[in-house]
């Protein structure tokens, strides 16, 4: 029984396919190091005769069938096209046998059934891949060092009750060298960008700054620790509460560290387990680790491309009320003047409806900035 609850540095399903058991990364990092050669991990491309000589000795074949292999297998005789012509790779021939090409046939069939075939998602996903994938630093300070870990990291919706969703609304990569602050400045979240206030007696009073610009409080929780951000000197410690709160009903102890100071390869965390990241107060996000991997030659190899963004959610846009057309600007409550009670206007919309051309407010109403979500699409 000792044996089978030794706490090991492999990371182990502790629920199938779903989370695994608690691991340190940087120690999880070393150990791969330790099994691989560097050749396995190293940027340099492999050398194709060592590789040749490898592929012949462990799979116990002469050179003459090894030379078959490779011209049998090689691109040139995958060409569906006479050598003399210029590739088009988007066409597929009609008679293709091939089933990757006969399902990637039926999905052009289908796209071109579409009056767009991507939309302004899909292009921004692909011009993300196509910046950073294979991407090398111009200098060499920047160039992140073989045999360094790579995470995957899930950022969902703030938790809210009537409404929440379980997708993913941000995807980043991050080495293992990376702060959990450098995560923070990273994650985009609308609660952050809320401007505090009843501006309806005269709109053009709105400050300039935002609820981060004051609220600059925020934690991360990964197993039983406390991360907090404390780089500011506006920054409280807002942890202390559920601290204390469990002390005193006997849960086990948790402790406190700097996000700032601590890497992600100092954590000890379980890949697929949800854990918590927590700003504004009571802004909840949760945040999943699905990977943990070493850097290879084909990922971006530029360090101040990170954290890196590989994936955001699209999000609807709420329009406005009056026009339809224009994203909402200005949430206003008891408003006789308009047609729902809360309600959105653009900023046009609002002012010629709630004002007279002196800028004097028409009625009694309440009106708060608002900052759409789908704005940041």
Known sequence: MAACEAKTNIPEYEVLDINTKPFHIDTFRTEWLKRLQPDQYSYEP???EAFDANFVTEMGIDEDTMADLKTICSVDSLLCHPKDEQPDTDLVPDDSTLSTLIQRKKRQDYRST?????????????????ATVERKPEAVEHLIPEGEVLLTINVFYAAVFEKFKVRPYMTFLMTGSHTLAELRDAICCVSDLQVCGEFSNNPDTVPDFLSKDHFKSAFFFFEGVFYNDMRFPECQDISITTIEWAKSRNFPTFTQAKMEDTRFQDLEVKVGYPYLYCHQGDCEHLVIITDVRLMHRDDCLDRTTYPLLIHKDRIDTNKCAACHVYIGRWHTTNDQLAPSDPCLFCDKCFRMLHYDPQGNKLGQFQAFPYIDRGAFN
């Open 46 to 48: 492999p050398d194709e």
């Open 114 to 130: 579409h009056k767009c075939s991507k939309n302004r998602h899909e292009h921004y996903a692909d011009e993300l891949e196509r």
